[in-house]
């Protein structure tokens, strides 16, 4: 039976993304034995300690340059045995959402799938999940020797790193290039470098009521830039070329976990709800004061997109 | 080449759930059960490259029991070819590995090439059984795909990667490949469809025809369990803000600052 917990913590551009914080410093909360951190790559891992980790596994070689599911389930496979951990975290990343499950059946792991809440339970570790697309939650128990969970980003705070320092401890996990599956040939940047969906904390959402991608682009883009947002859609919208299919939110697009989501021009129907239902504060603008949006609504304007929007935008000009 | 596409029914989208006394699933009463929208997508895309030359045939597989026929014949009436139906009690109460198990096992006895499935089910979001069964078949896997292509024994497509970017990868054949909204447009059944559907086999499958042991599935082998299922909290009451445009917007920004410290 192993022991403590081990964060698979992501890199951007070489440091790690907010969310390897984000799970560190639960995991110390979770208060279940030591805490350490995976990094598969390189990177500057010096932040990690600080925020939690006492010690990191790095698994680096050139095969693990790009993702690809078979290098790096290999990788994880490889650090989550010299940790020796009983529980492993990582965010519900793209690749994570790959790798995890194969992971799973690799190691015989059990897996809880995008948690979004963790608690210590005598020792184990149980995840809480929503299904059916938010409608429900439930709780996921672990009954193998290692559990494995991938969180949604942004279900737990982030505070100031106050830790120590964690030594680094290079992991050989024997990849050769017959691993590389699937080889990457592209990368196809976004049109507009905002931060992903599923990890913004700031979202600004339209529905088909902005009739034309012009309009779209015009009242909701600027907006979205005066805070630093991320642009959502509702269904409607993408399914009538308004916004890109990468911008739908909802249970047939990206769930989303923002501290705020304004949404103009949006019913609130109940699959665009499934999407963004526990972000923080939710703000609607729509000219129907019955539209379903309100019931959901932390603070709502009843009143004509078009002319809110670039009253807001100049507002909020006025704050950033 | 033949296809396996999985396909699972769920509950339609705008379904009201509740849960059962115990709190471990949802009650399916009055429920009306849908293809997996998502599933959809990996039919749509099967059939498209069997237009295209590039298969043989179409074969769905579903794992469940003989409730699922309607959705099985609803993706035959598209056009599937043929389907597989696993029904055992032994697989009452597995968990994703053991679906994928069960799944796996009957992919390979068909000696399919290349398996589509949905990039998830919207019953339990887990996204997890196809990747489990590329582990089991030791296969490549590419999951969120919205574009791919097949030529000869290689394939190419384009997924989802996280910060919005996309990437284009390669790889060899078989392979598990999940679908995402974008890669095609899903026909419906026409009404000839449905006619013909109505002569196509469903094939119903024991563990035994598939050489499965009953230890390997079920709930004694699952590692996971579920339990406590409940519904979220409401959300609490909002404000509706009063007043002209101008003023409503400097009360909405007031109070996202001051109040909801957001901004
Ligand atoms: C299987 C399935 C999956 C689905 N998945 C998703 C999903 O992932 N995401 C999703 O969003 N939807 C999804 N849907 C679709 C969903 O049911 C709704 O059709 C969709 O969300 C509606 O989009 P909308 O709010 O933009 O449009 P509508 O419902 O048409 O609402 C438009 C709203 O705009 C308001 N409005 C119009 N003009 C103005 C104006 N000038 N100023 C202010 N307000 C205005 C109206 O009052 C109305 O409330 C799915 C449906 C199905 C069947």
Known sequence: MGNGILVYCEFENGSPRKTAYELLQKAVALGAGPVSALVIGGGDTSTLGANGATRVFQVDAPQVASYSTGAYVKALAAGIAASGAATVLAAASSPARDAFPRLSARIGAGFGVEVTDLRNEGGKIVGRRPVYAGKALVDVNILSAVGLFTVRPNSFPVAAASGGSAAVVAVDAGLTDADVDVKVIDRVAPANKAIDLTEADRIVSGGRSLKTKEQFDEVLRPLAAAIGATVGASRAAVDAGLAGHGEQVGQTGKVVNPSLYIAFGISGAIQHLAGMRTSRVIVAVNKDADAPIFQYATYGIVGDLFEIAPLLTAELRKHS | ?263
């Open chain 2, 1 to 263: 080449m033949k296809i396996g596409v999985c396909l699972k029914q769920v509950p339609a989208t705008d379904t009201r759930i509740r849960v059962n006394a115990d709190a471990t699933a949802i009650l399916t009463d009055d429920v009306k059960f849908e293809i997996n929208p998502y599933d959809e997508y990996a039919l749509e895309e099967a059939l498209q490259l069997k237009a295209a030359g590039k298969a043989t045939e179409v074969i769905t597989f579903t794992l469940g029991g003989a409730d699922a026929d309607p959705r099985i014949r609803d993706g035959l009436a598209r056009g599937a070819d043929r389907a597989v139906r696993i029904d055992d009690p032994a697989l009452a109460g597995s968990d994703a590995l053991g679906v994928a198990r069960a799944l796996a096992a009957a992919l390979k006895a068909e000696g399919v090439g290349l398996v589509l499935a949905g990039r998830q089910a919207v019953d339990g979001d887990g996204s997890a059984v196809p990747a489990m069964i590329a582990e089991l078949l030791g296969c490549a896997q590419v999951s969120w795909v919205d574009k791919l292509t097949i030529e000869g024994e290689s394939f190419t497509a384009q997924r989802a990667a996280g910060g919005g970017v996309r990437e284009v990868v390669t790889g060899s054949l078989p392979a598990v490949v999940t679908t995402d909204k974008g890669l095609n447009t899903p026909r419906y059944a026409t009404l000839p469809g449905i006619m013909k559907a109505k002569a196509k086999p469903i094939a119903v499958k024991k563990l035994a025809d598939l050489a499965l042991d009953a230890s390997s599935v079920g709930a004694g082998a699952a590692l996971v369990s579920f339990s406590n299922m409940g519904q979220p909290a409401a959300r609490p009451a909002g404000r509706i803000l009063k007043g002209d445009s101008a003023s409503v917007v400097a009360e909405l920004v007031s109070l996202l600052h001051n109040e909801a410290k957001v901004i």
